[in-house]
């Protein structure tokens, strides 16, 4: 039995099998990316934030773009090659193609990683912190940091000593920004929600054992470990089961004596009548033991580290998601961050909804006012904005919210400098990776944990727009991906459909291609709605 | 696939388990769905007890999924159903009943099976793709059950509703410190695997139908049940990718902390002021949501209609009455289902300019229904009827789904979805079409094509006694339905009303006394669920006995039909056709002699075929 | 396509080699457009204009792509509908978004202004 018009095409359609396939497959991923694209306007249109418009450097999407077309090209050579019957030729445009998928691949992988490590904060006034963290040292609980090298104004000194400014100093590390540090000497663990609580008491476990303190133990004395956690959590679910299946039981000889006594009225009056309160006294129930309480041995308090989102309350009590709580102290959990981006458009946005003025609000903002540098930073910038105001009149225009409120690292390094951002030269490897933090210096500020509104990485965390690119491209990706796979597969493990069956091979081709240039087709469309819009 | 021109013997995994025959395939889907529905039967009985009895502990009978007692006490207090627990049980309830039972049984089970043989094709277009299609499907239901198994899940199933709003599907077991087994991730996960399912095999049945047809099979000469096959794959090829980015960016959002589905400035009860950018919206959800949700209701009623249009001509003996206009009003009415998709959506908010819009489509849509349901009603007119079971399941089809239909128009106007929108009124409405309805037809179907797949009858005896109690308990079921829901009871109520009856028997509180009216319903509704039930248990001993018991059929033509999956041996081999099938007349002719009507078979010419194939 | 001569595809293969070199071209315009500020009409930054002129550019590459490297343009009638008809209901798809302003509590005014 065979499935006809698999190789030759069928005489009214015209078509064979997997063309009209693929050509469905298309249309789908049509309404796909579609659908992605449509959500992107909406969640653009409905940000109530300021969009990061131009946030992506331009060079590695546009080096891809190439790539990719270029990969168009070449892979209808070897359909065209296949065609011709010139197998070694074919297989030399197909392997062409895969590199360009793996070159592609490797670029995007590289503006991931850049963007993975790039730190953002927001201060509770709403100044958005943009850059990378810088090394401190934690040490008895007091946060310690390394000797400040004071960037010079003007001159070129200032290059030469700025040089190991991101290079880390011994017994230094960068602390994470999204850790705190919590002293506490005594914690309850609720049994309830112990399974969700398993890693975190995990945690718990090895930070103890890096402080090098002594175990905490129970206030009967047994250690705390997972092992009478586990038994403990075991005991309690078994009383706990046993106690419920005690109350449905009386619950339910409840209903039938009700019932026997009251057959006319409906169930819901019988409700309200029936009132089954068990004894906690009663022999046949147990004791349930819900939470367990754990104290240091020698009363000192032991430092433990834990990420801001899995925590409901501080600073004088810390509950972790999952139940377990700790009583104590919020400890020095400083945000400390070089700072390669500064954006005031949400401040301005907030003073202009309470009728202040813009300028005069960032001028009294927490940043401005704690730090010199970065002031210096913006009256320079504002003279620079004076100068373009003046330019684009020319031109019918006005500056918008990204000239006034945004600076970007050439105007921060330029600024702190007393030069013009146009003289800052990019390194060609600048253009993908953003600055390099051994060349440039950038201005260091430390936030408080309480200062902090919101910070994240540039991840999906950050906001909608890094989440709605990481899904596009990423799913884009995807897809290069598995085409690249699909394509090599036909290249490289086809002598022998070859040698049998040519045109079903080329057809099969010619259909991966088909994919291959849609996927093509998406990237001309996410290049510039999101690197350039 | 020329590696298949010399029959080899398969070993017994590669012929029942990973086979690539979609006869076996579409065996395979209808027992899986039917398992589903069965498990999807029994969450909501155990519903009904909650909403009948909410202050009783549940009997231990039902209690047996939830194994030992020690699992068996988080989900239930002292015996009682939670309110979380039902949300579960809900939320499964309906993602089991739409993606795992009706829609693998409507298209997976008999677009795989039937549509083939009506083409006159040896199989798929694809047949690796669809087993593929089948195995995904499998995977992807299990995933979303797997939280019902304490090995599984630390949070339980999914319990947002089988919608799935954010934000309570956003931050619901969220608290679960390994995502991958909160309830709620998984639900998405088996989603996404669902979908791809789905758009495979549309795929193929697509292909399969436009490339696969057998000689002079025109597209006016297939029968009916191979345009609403077609249909229903397009359908599912066109509208669930907007879900699968749904799904996706709500996968982001619970595992990467991005707030896609979040607004600022949001705040929950167990987190307080919730630790995300902002910036996002809930109103996206819906829309991808529903935009998928809408043509899903018509892919699961397209394969349902499509069999009854197979059985009424057969159990007529005469043609379809309007079969242009059917096919006509099958592709208008897919095309219509992606432009009234936010009639579901008339409450978030929307102003008049935009709901008139979708009013205006909507009320558009029940035209090519009323005229599919017309044409199936007036072919019975005239007809010599005889009421083989599948006839039975298909003439109940049409009264139920007509009064499922037709409480939906209240729904379509905006104004009267102000009242109606979230009560029972909606459940009533759209279980009356699904379940008295679609698989009333499903059922007919299955009894149709039995005797094809065995080579046996189904038992009659046992068919009366699955087909009368479901008839009645059915309707006592879901009737009661709409009035409450007219009166304001609202949707998901765990407790059946029971938390807005009045304190005091001179209470002035309207509302509450409107409960304290119809809540005594719940008890007769759960009752006829409870029986309806124990109705199926006939037609599941039906099912298999049948096998070994049923009566032999005469001939590879039992029913007199006319269309071509009737011209294989019984059941079908590999490859299916035994002779090269040539078309020579349109679908469901039927020649009036002194001995009854004959059936003119599509596949054989006779003399007067020179005028008939140009009909 | 099936079945061309050697000299008919080598003919096919120059003119890809062209449209290629077109794509790069409008590549290069994209960018040159968002970037050099020569270009930039109307408002300053990103306004309809740039997002008009950017889209326009884009479907302009992409019906190059479509219709000679996936060669639409002698493609059999059946494939146009599979495809158009898929753009067709993208296009329906965007109203999604276009129904985020129709929405009061976000964009209160909207609708009545």
């Given at each position: 039995?065979?499935?006809?018009?698999?190789?030759?095409?069928?005489?009214?359609?015209?078509?064979?099998?997997?063309?009209?396939?693929?050509?469905?497959?298309?249309?789908?991923?049509?309404?796909?990316?579609?659908?992605?694209?449509?959500?992107?306007?909406?969640?653009?249109?409905?940000?109530?934030?300021?969009?990061?418009?131009?946030?992506?450097?331009?060079?590695?999407?546009?080096?891809?773009?190439?790539?990719?077309?270029?990969?168009?090209?070449?892979?209808?050579?070897?359909?065209?090659?296949?065609?011709?019957?010139?197998?070694?030729?074919?297989?030399?445009?197909?392997?062409?193609?895969?590199?360009?998928?793996?070159?592609?691949?490797?670029?995007?992988?590289?503006?991931?990683?850049?963007?993975?490590?790039?730190?953002?904060?927001?201060?509770?006034?709403?100044?958005?912190?943009?850059?990378?963290?810088?090394?401190?040292?934690?040490?008895?609980?007091?946060?310690?940091?390394?000797?400040?090298?004071?960037?010079?104004?003007?001159?070129?000194?200032?290059?030469?000593?700025?040089?190991?400014?991101?290079?880390?100093?011994?017994?230094?590390?960068?602390?994470?920004?999204?850790?705190?540090?919590?002293?506490?000497?005594?914690?309850?663990?609720?049994?309830?929600?112990?399974?969700?609580?398993?890693?975190?008491?995990?945690?718990?476990?090895?930070?103890?054992?890096?402080?090098?303190?002594?175990?905490?133990?129970?206030?009967?004395?047994?250690?705390?470990?997972?092992?009478?956690?586990?038994?403990?959590?075991?005991?309690?679910?078994?009383?706990?089961?046993?106690?419920?299946?005690?109350?449905?039981?009386?619950?339910?000889?409840?209903?039938?004596?009700?019932?026997?006594?009251?057959?006319?009225?409906?169930?819901?009056?019988?409700?309200?009548?029936?009132?089954?309160?068990?004894?906690?006294?009663?022999?046949?129930?147990?004791?349930?033991?819900?939470?367990?309480?754990?104290?240091?041995?020698?009363?000192?308090?032991?430092?433990?580290?834990?990420?801001?989102?899995?925590?409901?309350?501080?600073?004088?009590?810390?509950?972790?998601?999952?139940?377990?709580?700790?009583?104590?102290?919020?400890?020095?959990?400083?945000?400390?961050?070089?700072?390669?981006?500064?954006?005031?458009?949400?401040?301005?946005?907030?003073?202009?909804?309470?009728?202040?003025?813009?300028?005069?609000?960032?001028?009294?903002?927490?940043?401005?006012?704690?730090?010199?540098?970065?002031?210096?930073?913006?009256?320079?910038?504002?003279?620079?904005?004076?100068?373009?105001?003046?330019?684009?009149?020319?031109?019918?225009?006005?500056?918008?919210?990204?000239?006034?409120?945004?600076?970007?690292?050439?105007?921060?390094?330029?600024?702190?400098?007393?030069?013009?951002?146009?003289?800052?030269?990019?390194?060609?490897?600048?253009?993908?990776?953003?600055?390099?933090?051994?060349?440039?210096?950038?201005?260091?500020?430390?936030?408080?944990?309480?200062?902090?509104?919101?910070?994240?990485?540039?991840?999906?965390?950050?906001?909608?727009?890094?989440?709605?690119?990481?899904?596009?491209?990423?799913?884009?990706?995807?897809?290069?991906?598995?085409?690249?796979?699909?394509?090599?597969?036909?290249?490289?493990?086809?002598?022998?459909?070859?040698?049998?069956?040519?045109?079903?091979?080329?057809?099969?081709?010619?259909?991966?291609?088909?994919?291959?240039?849609?996927?093509?087709?998406?990237?001309?469309?996410?290049?510039?709605?999101?690197?350039?819009? | 696939?020329?590696?298949?021109?010399?029959?080899?013997?398969?070993?017994?995994?590669?012929?029942?388990?990973?086979?690539?025959?979609?006869?076996?395939?579409?065996?395979?889907?209808?027992?899986?769905?039917?398992?589903?529905?069965?498990?999807?039967?029994?969450?909501?009985?155990?519903?009904?007890?909650?909403?009948?009895?909410?202050?009783?502990?549940?009997?231990?009978?039902?209690?047996?999924?939830?194994?030992?007692?020690?699992?068996?006490?988080?989900?239930?207090?002292?015996?009682?159903?939670?309110?979380?627990?039902?949300?579960?049980?809900?939320?499964?309830?309906?993602?089991?009943?739409?993606?795992?039972?009706?829609?693998?049984?409507?298209?997976?089970?008999?677009?795989?099976?039937?549509?083939?043989?009506?083409?006159?094709?040896?199989?798929?277009?694809?047949?690796?793709?669809?087993?593929?299609?089948?195995?995904?499907?499998?995977?992807?239901?299990?995933?979303?059950?797997?939280?019902?198994?304490?090995?599984?899940?630390?949070?339980?199933?999914?319990?947002?509703?089988?919608?799935?709003?954010?934000?309570?599907?956003?931050?619901?077991?969220?608290?679960?410190?390994?995502?991958?087994?909160?309830?709620?991730?998984?639900?998405?996960?088996?989603?996404?695997?669902?979908?791809?399912?789905?758009?495979?095999?549309?795929?193929?049945?697509?292909?399969?139908?436009?490339?696969?047809?057998?000689?002079?099979?025109?597209?006016?000469?297939?029968?009916?049940?191979?345009?609403?096959?077609?249909?229903?794959?397009?359908?599912?090829?066109?509208?669930?990718?907007?879900?699968?980015?749904?799904?996706?960016?709500?996968?982001?959002?619970?595992?990467?902390?991005?707030?896609?589905?979040?607004?600022?400035?949001?705040?929950?009860?167990?987190?307080?002021?919730?630790?995300?950018?902002?910036?996002?919206?809930?109103?996206?959800?819906?829309?991808?949501?529903?935009?998928?949700?809408?043509?899903?209701?018509?892919?699961?009623?397209?394969?349902?209609?499509?069999?009854?249009?197979?059985?009424?001509?057969?159990?007529?003996?005469?043609?379809?009455?309007?079969?242009?206009?059917?096919?006509?009003?099958?592709?208008?009415?897919?095309?219509?289902?992606?432009?009234?998709?936010?009639?579901?959506?008339?409450?978030?908010?929307?102003?008049?300019?935009?709901?008139?819009?979708?009013?205006?489509?909507?009320?558009?849509?029940?035209?090519?229904?009323?005229?599919?349901?017309?044409?199936?009603?007036?072919?019975?007119?005239?007809?010599?009827?005889?009421?083989?079971?599948?006839?039975?399941?298909?003439?109940?089809?049409?009264?139920?789904?007509?009064?499922?239909?037709?409480?939906?128009?209240?729904?379509?106007?905006?104004?009267?979805?102000?009242?109606?929108?979230?009560?029972?009124?909606?459940?009533?409405?759209?279980?009356?079409?699904?379940?008295?309805?679609?698989?009333?037809?499903?059922?007919?179907?299955?009894?149709?094509?039995?005797?094809?797949?065995?080579?046996?009858?189904?038992?009659?005896?046992?068919?009366?006694?699955?087909?009368?109690?479901?008839?009645?308990?059915?309707?006592?079921?879901?009737?009661?339905?709409?009035?409450?829901?007219?009166?304001?009871?609202?949707?998901?109520?765990?407790?059946?009303?029971?938390?807005?009856?009045?304190?005091?028997?001179?209470?002035?509180?309207?509302?509450?006394?409107?409960?304290?009216?119809?809540?005594?319903?719940?008890?007769?509704?759960?009752?006829?669920?409870?029986?309806?039930?124990?109705?199926?248990?006939?037609?599941?001993?039906?099912?298999?006995?049948?096998?070994?018991?049923?009566?032999?059929?005469?001939?590879?033509?039992?029913?007199?039909?006319?269309?071509?999956?009737?011209?294989?041996?019984?059941?079908?081999?590999?490859?299916?056709?035994?002779?090269?099938?040539?078309?020579?007349?349109?679908?469901?002719?039927?020649?009036?002699?002194?001995?009854?009507?004959?059936?003119?078979?599509?596949?054989?010419?006779?003399?007067?075929?020179?005028?008939?194939?140009?009909? | 396509?099936?079945?061309?001569?050697?000299?008919?595809?080598?003919?096919?293969?120059?003119?890809?080699?062209?449209?290629?070199?077109?794509?790069?071209?409008?590549?290069?315009?994209?960018?040159?457009?968002?970037?050099?500020?020569?270009?930039?009409?109307?408002?300053?930054?990103?306004?309809?204009?740039?997002?008009?002129?950017?889209?326009?550019?884009?479907?302009?590459?992409?019906?190059?792509?479509?219709?000679?490297?996936?060669?639409?343009?002698h493609e059999k009638k059946m494939i146009h509908w599979i495809f158009f008809g898929s753009l067709v209901m993208a296009l329906i798809g965007f109203l999604i978004f276009y129904l985020a302003f129709w929405d009061p509590i976000s964009f209160p005014g909207f609708y009545l202004g």
């Amino acid at each position: 039995m065979e499935i006809p018009y698999l190789v030759e095409a069928r005489k009214d359609t015209g078509l064979f099998n997997s063309k009209i396939a693929i050509w469905l497959f298309l249309a789908s991923e049509v309404m796909l990316f579609g659908g992605l694209f449509s959500s992107y306007i909406f969640l653009r249109i409905y940000a109530d934030y300021p969009w990061p418009e131009r946030a992506l450097p331009i060079l590695p999407g546009y080096l891809n773009t190439f790539i990719l077309i270029g990969s168009s090209i070449t892979v209808v050579f070897a359909w065209a090659a296949l065609k011709l019957r010139k197998y070694g030729w074919f297989q030399l445009w197909i392997g062409i193609t895969i590199v360009c998928a793996a070159i592609f691949m490797v670029l995007k992988g590289i503006e991931y990683n850049v963007k993975f490590q790039h730190q953002g904060v927001q201060h509770l006034d709403g100044t958005i912190i943009e850059g990378h963290l810088s090394y401190a040292k934690l040490k008895d609980g007091i946060v310690k940091y390394p000797e400040q090298k004071k960037a010079k104004a003007g001159h070129g000194d200032s290059h030469d000593k700025a040089k190991d400014s991101h290079a880390a100093p011994s017994g230094y590390e960068k602390i994470p920004a999204n850790v705190i540090n919590f002293s506490t000497n005594e914690l309850s663990i609720n049994l309830k929600t112990y399974v969700e609580n398993k890693k975190r008491i995990k945690f718990l476990n090895d930070q103890a054992a890096e402080q090098k303190q002594e175990l905490v133990s129970v206030e009967t004395g047994e250690p705390l470990t997972l092992e009478l956690l586990d038994a403990a959590r075991k005991d309690y679910r078994a009383n706990f089961a046993h106690n419920e299946d005690l109350q449905a039981k009386w619950l339910r000889e409840a209903w039938d004596k009700a019932r026997e006594q009251d057959s006319e009225s409906p169930n819901w009056k019988l409700a309200r009548t029936l009132k089954v309160e068990p004894n906690p006294a009663d022999p046949e129930l147990k004791t349930v033991v819900n939470t367990l309480k754990f104290k240091t041995k020698s009363g000192d308090p032991v430092i433990f580290r834990f990420k801001p989102t899995e925590v409901r309350e501080y600073p004088e009590s810390a509950i972790l998601k999952g139940g377990v709580a700790l009583s104590g102290q919020l400890f020095k959990s400083p945000l400390i961050i070089q700072i390669d981006g500064l954006d005031f458009r949400a401040l301005a946005t907030a003073a202009e909804a309470l009728g202040k003025e813009p300028m005069e609000e960032i001028e009294k903002s927490w940043l401005i006012t704690t730090y010199p540098e970065v002031a210096k930073i913006w009256h320079a910038h504002l003279k620079h904005v004076e100068k373009l105001t003046k330019h684009l009149e020319e031109r019918g225009q006005e500056p918008n919210e990204v000239d006034l409120y945004r600076l970007n690292w050439k105007e921060i390094v330029a600024y702190s400098q007393g030069i013009s951002p146009n003289e800052i030269k990019e390194t060609f490897k600048e253009k993908f990776k953003g600055p390099d933090y051994y060349k440039r210096h950038f201005p260091e500020v430390t936030l408080k944990r309480d200062q902090i509104h919101f910070e994240s990485k540039f991840t999906p965390r950050w906001n909608n727009f890094y989440a709605i690119y990481f899904i596009i491209t990423g799913l884009h990706g995807l897809h290069v991906i598995g085409g690249a796979i699909v394509l090599f597969y036909f290249g490289f493990r086809s002598r022998k459909m070859y040698e049998s069956n040519p045109t079903w091979l080329t057809n099969r081709v010619e259909v991966a291609g088909l994919f291959w240039h849609f996927v093509d087709l998406v990237w001309i469309f996410l290049f510039p709605v999101l690197y350039l819009m | 696939m020329s590696d298949h021109s010399e029959h080899h013997e398969e070993s017994f995994i590669r012929k029942y388990l990973f086979s690539v025959d979609h006869k076996t395939i579409g065996i395979q889907y209808a027992l899986g769905a039917m398992l589903f529905l069965l498990f999807g039967f029994y969450l909501m009985m155990v519903m009904r007890w909650s909403i009948a009895y909410p202050q009783e502990p549940l009997p231990e009978w039902m209690t047996w999924i939830f194994g030992g007692s020690d699992w068996r006490a988080s989900w239930l207090q002292a015996g009682k159903l939670t309110g979380e627990t039902y949300n579960m049980f809900g939320a499964m309830h309906g993602t089991i009943m739409v993606f795992l039972g009706v829609v693998p049984l409507g298209f997976g089970a008999f677009g795989n099976y039937v549509t083939p043989l009506q083409i006159g094709a040896p199989d798929m277009a694809f047949p690796r793709l669809n087993m593929a299609s089948f195995w995904l499907y499998l995977a992807g239901g299990l995933i979303m059950c797997l939280g019902f198994f304490e090995w599984f899940s630390d949070t339980g199933v999914a319990k947002s509703g089988w919608t799935n709003y954010p934000p309570l599907a956003n931050f619901a077991d969220l608290e679960a410190a390994n995502q991958w087994r909160s309830g709620q991730t998984q639900w998405l996960l088996g989603l996404v695997l669902l979908i791809t399912s789905s758009l495979l095999g549309s795929v193929n049945v697509i292909t399969t139908v436009v490339n696969l047809r057998a000689k002079g099979l025109t597209w006016m000469r297939l029968p009916f049940l191979v345009w609403a096959m077609l249909v229903t794959a397009f359908l599912l090829l066109l509208a669930f990718p907007p879900l699968e980015v749904a799904g996706i960016m709500q996968l982001v959002d619970r595992t990467t902390g991005s707030s896609l589905f979040s607004p600022s400035g949001l705040y929950t009860k167990t987190v307080g002021l919730v630790d995300v950018a902002g910036g996002g919206s809930p109103l996206l959800f819906q829309h991808l949501f529903w935009f998928l949700g809408h043509p899903e209701v018509y892919v699961l009623l397209l394969p349902a209609i499509a069999c009854v249009a197979e059985i009424i001509p057969a159990n007529t003996q005469k043609p379809l009455w309007g079969y242009r206009s059917m096919v006509g009003a099958v592709i208008v009415l897919g095309f219509l289902s992606f432009i009234v998709w936010a009639h579901h959506m008339y409450l978030t908010g929307m102003g008049p300019a935009v709901s008139a819009f979708f009013q205006t489509t909507t009320v558009l849509i029940s035209i090519p229904s009323v005229i599919l349901i017309s044409a199936l009603l007036i072919s019975l007119w005239g007809g010599s009827i005889r009421f083989t079971p599948p006839m039975m399941w298909a003439t109940a089809f049409l009264p139920m789904f007509g009064i499922g239909g037709l409480t939906g128009l209240p729904l379509a106007f905006n104004f009267a979805d102000l009242q109606l929108h979230d009560t029972y009124y909606v459940i009533g409405h759209f279980h009356y079409v699904v379940a008295p309805g679609i698989l009333f037809g499903l059922f007919g179907g299955i009894h149709h094509w039995y005797p094809k797949i065995t080579g046996r009858y189904m038992s009659k005896f046992l068919n009366h006694l699955h087909f009368w109690p479901s008839l009645i308990f059915i309707n006592c079921l879901f009737f009661p339905m709409l009035i409450q829901g007219l009166a304001g009871f609202h949707r998901r109520w765990y407790n059946g009303g029971e938390a807005y009856l009045p304190t005091s028997d001179d209470s002035e509180n309207v509302f509450a006394n409107l409960v304290a009216n119809f809540i005594e319903l719940n008890e007769f509704m759960s009752i006829s669920a409870w029986l309806l039930g124990i109705a199926q248990i006939p037609f599941i001993i039906n099912v298999f006995l049948s096998i070994w018991k049923g009566k032999k059929v005469e001939n590879d033509n039992p029913w007199d039909c006319t269309t071509l999956e009737w011209a294989t041996p019984t059941p079908p081999g590999h490859g299916n056709f035994t002779f090269e099938p040539t078309i020579y007349r349109d679908p469901y002719q039927y020649e009036p002699t002194d001995e009854g009507n004959i059936a003119l078979v599509q596949w054989e010419k006779d003399e007067e075929t020179s005028e008939d194939s140009k009909a | 396509m099936a079945g061309d001569s050697p000299q008919e595809i080598m003919k096919a293969v120059k003119f890809y080699c062209i449209i290629g070199l077109c794509l790069f071209g409008c590549t290069v315009l994209t960018v040159s457009v968002a970037t050099v500020e020569f270009f930039d009409r109307g408002a300053r930054g990103f306004d309809t204009f740039d997002m008009v002129l950017g889209l326009l550019i884009a479907t302009f590459k992409a019906t190059l792509v479509a219709a000679i490297f996936m060669h639409l343009n002698h493609e059999k009638k059946m494939i146009h509908w599979i495809f158009f008809g898929s753009l067709v209901m993208a296009l329906i798809g965007f109203l999604i978004f276009y129904l985020a302003f129709w929405d009061p509590i976000s964009f209160p005014g909207f609708y009545l202004g």
